[in-house]
């Protein structure tokens, strides 16, 4: 019965509770036709390809129109291409606040709709900061939407899920404590990706689930009782912390905040507990303290009956099976552990309060990740060609034959367009 027991709590815990996050959608944008003036080669090869990185992204996010999400991986991959062009131009701008650059009428606006937002909206921001922590909140949500593909794929798959979510876990870290605070007078309203509790919640989420799957699988290998309940009391206590951290928003973020998100963070921590209280109802079992043991797993089906009244609630009923499961086969193990220690032992059951607790332990890590290095690049205009206002024709030949070398193509037609000028000019 204990291997059957172990078999659903693992279930549980395997679960992935959040459904696929819904991807966000942008407009384009054409770089190069937001700044003006005689930039320099290299600046406008740079907003080229920053352009046609970012359409690459569109197209990834909008790869499977309304049939099916795109794979997280090649969201992933789409904004690895991106990052190191917009990170180099929003470097290169902050490097040089004081920079004289000519804009054009085209303004620089980055539209976003929110994968997290409870109703949809295009919030829209005319600021590079914005957009290098929309675009990595977005890499950082496909990680975590990878590792639920990994383990549908595979249920064993616990060691490459995890990794993917302590990956998650370290980019959401560096937009909050990194990125975000770059941004000045940011607006009080603007989608829940680019708010730090909510980059800090998912973190500590991330590393949560992390954790959670490791203890799933020191479950399945039949690990210590009391290492498994040290493992997702730890577990608790960080879903715990994403609790918190999410709710120090004000409340017309915190409401517009995805229902889901909100629900699985209410889910979690209890889940662990229950799990935990079985896992040390079978520890105090094999040390012959049959009182306790059916104290522990009367308290995990507690537990277990209070995530079940939530009902279609549960995490829009995701998890409502196995929690279901769980709970008959707590309170079966409850029923036969009392009567064992009441009628075989001639033991009481000890009230819930009366019950020693493990201590926590956690063990995920994020993985750091670091911004890709930037080879600033000025967006200041070049010197004009020289004047020609009353000069030899000799020297514009000499000009036109050195010209090549430090003259892009559009210098070249407005060195030849002025001696056709100056030609007219004679003429008269």
Same mark, same amino acid.
């Given at each position: 019965?204990?291997?059957?027991?172990?078999?659903?709590?693992?279930?549980?815990?395997?679960?992935?509770?959040?459904? $696929?996050?819904?991807?966000? @959608?942008?407009?384009?944008?054409?770089?190069?036709?937001?700044?003006?003036?005689?930039?320099?080669?290299?600046?406008?090869?740079?907003?080229?390809?920053? @352009?046609?990185?970012?359409? !690459?992204?569109?197209?990834?996010?909008?790869?499977?129109g309304d049939a099916a999400p795109p794979d997280p991986r090649n969201i992933t991959a789409a904004v690895e291409a991106y990052l190191p062009s917009l990170w180099t131009i929003t470097a290169s701008f902050e490097a040089a606040s004081t920079l004289s650059v000519k804009l054009t009428s085209v303004k620089l606006e980055f539209?976003?709709?929110?994968?997290?937002?409870?109703?949809?909206?295009?919030?829209?921001?005319?600021? *590079?900061?914005? /957009?290098?922590?929309?675009?990595?909140?977005?890499?950082?949500?496909?990680?975590?939407?990878?590792?639920?593909?990994?383990? /549908?794929?595979?249920?064993?798959?616990?060691?490459?899920?995890?990794?993917? *979510?302590?990956?998650? &876990?370290?980019?959401?870290?560096?937009?909050?404590?990194?990125?975000?605070?770059?941004?000045?007078?940011?607006?009080?309203?603007?989608?829940?990706?680019?708010?730090?509790?909510?980059?800090?919640?998912?973190?500590?989420?991330?590393?949560?689930?992390?954790?959670?799957?490791? @203890?799933?699988?020191?479950?399945? #290998?039949?690990?210590?009782?009391?290492?498994?309940?040290?493992?997702?009391?730890?577990?608790?206590?960080?879903?715990?912390?994403?609790?918190?951290?999410?709710?120090?928003?004000? !409340?017309?973020?915190?409401?517009?905040?995805?229902?889901?998100?909100?629900?699985?963070?209410?889910?979690?921590?209890?889940?662990?507990?229950?799990?935990?209280?079985?896992?040390?109802?079978?520890?105090?079992?094999?040390?012959? /303290?049959?009182?306790?043991?059916?104290?522990?797993?009367?308290?995990?089906?507690?537990?277990?009956?209070?995530? @079940?009244? *939530?009902?279609?609630? *549960?995490?829009?009923?995701?998890?409502?099976?196995?929690?279901?499961?769980?709970?008959?086969?707590?309170?079966?193990?409850?029923?036969?552990?009392?009567?064992?220690?009441?009628?075989?032992?001639?033991?009481?059951?000890?009230?819930?309060? $009366?019950?020693?607790?493990?201590?926590?332990?956690?063990?995920?890590?994020?993985?750091?990740?670091?911004?890709?290095?930037?080879?600033?690049?000025?967006?200041?205009?070049?010197?004009?060609?020289?004047?020609?206002?009353?000069? #030899?024709?000799?020297?514009?030949? !000499?000009?036109?034959?050195? #010209?090549?070398?430090?003259? #892009?193509?559009?210098?070249?037609?407005?060195?030849?367009?002025?001696?056709?000028?100056?030609? !007219?000019?004679? &003429?008269?």
């Amino acid at each position: 019965m204990r291997d059957a027991d172990k078999a659903a709590a693992s279930d549980a815990l395997l679960t992935w509770l959040q459904p $696929e996050n819904k991807n966000p @959608t942008t407009r384009p944008i054409d770089f190069s036709a937001c700044f003006g003036g005689n930039l320099s080669s290299e600046a406008r090869d740079l907003l080229h390809l920053a @352009t046609a990185q970012r359409n !690459k992204l569109i197209e990834v996010l909008g790869a499977s129109g309304d049939a099916a999400p795109p794979d997280p991986r090649n969201i992933t991959a789409a904004v690895e291409a991106y990052l190191p062009s917009l990170w180099t131009i929003t470097a290169s701008f902050e490097a040089a606040s004081t920079l004289s650059v000519k804009l054009t009428s085209v303004k620089l606006e980055f539209k976003w709709v929110s994968a997290l937002a409870e109703k949809p909206k295009e919030w829209t921001f005319g600021v *590079l900061i914005f /957009e290098v922590c929309f675009v990595l909140a977005i890499r950082a949500l496909a990680h975590r939407n990878t590792a639920r593909i990994i383990l /549908e794929a595979n249920p064993s798959a616990y060691v490459d899920a995890s990794k993917e *979510l302590c990956r998650a &876990a370290g980019i959401f870290e560096l937009v909050a404590n990194g990125l975000l605070p770059r941004w000045a007078s940011a607006p009080a309203s603007r989608p829940p990706e680019v708010f730090a509790p909510v980059a800090l919640c998912f973190a500590a989420m991330c590393l949560a689930d992390a954790q959670r799957l490791m @203890t799933a699988k020191a479950v399945a #290998s039949d690990a210590a009782s009391t290492l498994v309940a040290k493992l997702l009391v730890g577990a608790e206590d960080k879903y715990a912390y994403a609790t918190r951290a999410l709710q120090t928003l004000d !409340k017309a973020t915190f409401d517009g905040t995805s229902a889901v998100l909100k629900e699985e963070l209410g889910a979690m921590p209890p889940l662990c507990r229950a799990v935990a209280s079985s896992e040390l109802a079978f520890a105090a079992h094999d040390k012959g /303290e049959y009182g306790k043991a059916a104290a522990y797993a009367r308290e995990s089906a507690r537990r277990l009956g209070a995530l @079940t009244a *939530l009902g279609k609630n *549960l995490v829009r009923a995701g998890l409502a099976k196995q929690v279901a499961d769980a709970r008959g086969r707590s309170e079966a193990l409850a029923n036969e552990y009392e009567n064992e220690a009441t009628t075989a032992y001639f033991m009481a059951v000890p009230a819930v309060a $009366e019950l020693a607790w493990a201590d926590g332990s956690f063990i995920a890590k994020p993985v750091p990740y670091e911004l890709p290095e930037a080879n600033l690049v000025s967006f200041s205009e070049l010197p004009l060609p020289p004047t020609v206002a009353k000069t #030899s024709r000799s020297f514009f030949e !000499k000009l036109f034959n050195i #010209s090549s070398e430090f003259y #892009s193509a559009d210098d070249l037609q407005a060195i030849e367009k002025a001696k056709t000028e100056q030609a !007219k000019e004679t &003429a008269l």
